[in-house]
Nanobody
């Protein structure tokens, strides 16, 4: 089992930045792909970004060029650097490991 603890969410003005963290513990040697999802009210949960064990990344078109996903395998931690935030980025952001393990979610609100 892998346990995930998220941090870094909060309230930010449009154009601002936030950095989300997802710390993994437990069977960390089995972690391969890590992902960030988000879910806004009334919408389906969507994949924001993914990163493999060796650092290959993919992004949703809506965040490409603004968000950066990264991981520090020595710290068993994944990050999502979010720049130039827009109101439509407002959502609960979830950390996901190996497609079957989820974090508790952290609220990101972008508003003036």
């Amino acid at each position: 089992q892998v346990q995930l603890v998220e941090s870094g969410g909060g309230l930010v003005q449009p154009g601002g930045s936030l950095r989300l963290s997802c710390a993994a513990s437990g069977r960390v040697f089995s972690i391969y792909t890590m992902r960030w999802y988000r879910q806004a009210p009334g919408k389906q949960r969507e994949l924001v970004a993914s990163i493999t064990q060796l650092g290959s990344t993919n992004y949703a078109d809506s965040v490409k060029g603004r968000f950066t996903i990264s991981r520090d395998n020595a710290k068993n931690t994944m990050y999502l650097q979010m720049n130039n935030l827009k109101p439509e980025d407002t959502a609960v952001y979830y950390c996901n490991v190996n497609a079957d393990t989820w974090g508790q979610g952290t609220q990101v609100t972008v508003s003036s």
